[in-house]
């Protein structure tokens, strides 16, 4: 089947309604103050250059905005004469450089050249797994420390701000909305990418009729951690788009819609991705905490919405015998329909989904 049934479905982009000023001042409900941005200038390659940084950015943002304005990429910048000493690691806070306002400093570094890659080299494929992962509901103050950070409010605004979501199917009113992650949720991505096992063969036991069993209650996102080339692949091969399966996906999202969150894990620092929630909420108003569920095989994703997230346990080895015994998505299923009555979701705890499960099954 061609992905044309894909392309074909971008034509339309959706429009926010939500006003610009409730975006600029909220998050998630919370107040946020107005921050305090720092105007800087710098030289790379005989040219000058300026960029303005919030004080609650991070070391990461600085590179990020270097970056963008030069090609230069992280880890080939050297940073001279913006602070005495060595630049501190990527989660340090932008307010503790004390940078004096209008400073000047000189970025050294060759940027990524543009030349023609050999197509086989073109990035199709997901990012590496990484398995480090951290629940944040098990520590309140790593939570709050996510909540309450004024960077991340600002970078939800501005993912919604760039945020165009592409209708695959009408959004049906009354209906819930389940945010589906793709790898290693419902899909073994490895044995895909390596060419050893077909795509209907990769994907988990009860997949499709997982997605028919909840479809009458619930609109259907796909939220995938990769590029769209591979996501837009992946759905068509699958069967998941452009089928005549008794369900339909609304709208998917892939990696350009995250943006790196910091915390720490075990006393460490720790950086990863996150998965916001409040973009959709900000461009589809009828959806919010009290009728979305947000399905993944990482806690992590979770971060900044930690009570809407449901893991399951990670689908790999798929050409295993023990792989095609698999009933998460069945298990699933019963869960996600059990609850579909209950009028507001912040009234549940999905990390005993599974204890509800038996609870239902008792006489």
Known sequence: MSSEVLVTTHETP??????????ETTYDGLNTAEE????????WAGKTFSLDLAESDRVYDLKAALLSLTNVPPERQKILGLVKGKLPSDEGRISDLKIT???????VGTPTGDEIKDPSQLESLPDVVNDLDVDVTEN????????????????????????????????????????????????????????????????RPGLHEFLEAIYPYYDICIW????????????????????????EISFVLDKTCMFTVFTERNGQPYTHHVKPLQIIWNKFPQFSAKNTIHVDD?????????DEGLKIHAFKHAHMEQAQAD??????????????SIDDFRTVNHKDWKRTLRNLARP
Request: charged share 20%.
């Open 14 to 23: 959706v429009t926010s309604t939500v006003a610009t000023s409730s975006l």
């Open 298 to 306: 990482l806690s992590r994703n979770f971060a900044l919405n930690p």
């Open 327 to 340: 009933r998460e998505l069945e298990k699933l299923a019963r869960y996600m329909v059990h609850i579909a």
């Open 36 to 43: 305090t941005w720092i105007h800087l200038s710098f030289s």
């Open 101 to 107: 306002p209008g400073k000047n400093f000189i970025l």
């Open 140 to 203: 309140p103050q790593a939570a709050a420390r996510y909540r309450n950070d004024p960077r991340n409010h600002r970078k939800v605004r501005e993912a919604t701000s760039k945020l165009q979501i592409n209708l695959i199917n009408p959004l049906r009113e009354g209906k819930r909305l389940l945010v589906l992650d793709l790898d290693y949720t419902i899909l073994d991505t490895k044995p895909l990418t390596s060419g050893s096992l077909p795509p209907a063969e990769c994907a």
């Open 224 to 247: 995938s951690q990769t590029t769209w080339v591979w996501l837009e692949a992946k759905l068509v091969e699958l069967g998941m788009i452009g089928s005549t399966r008794a369900y």
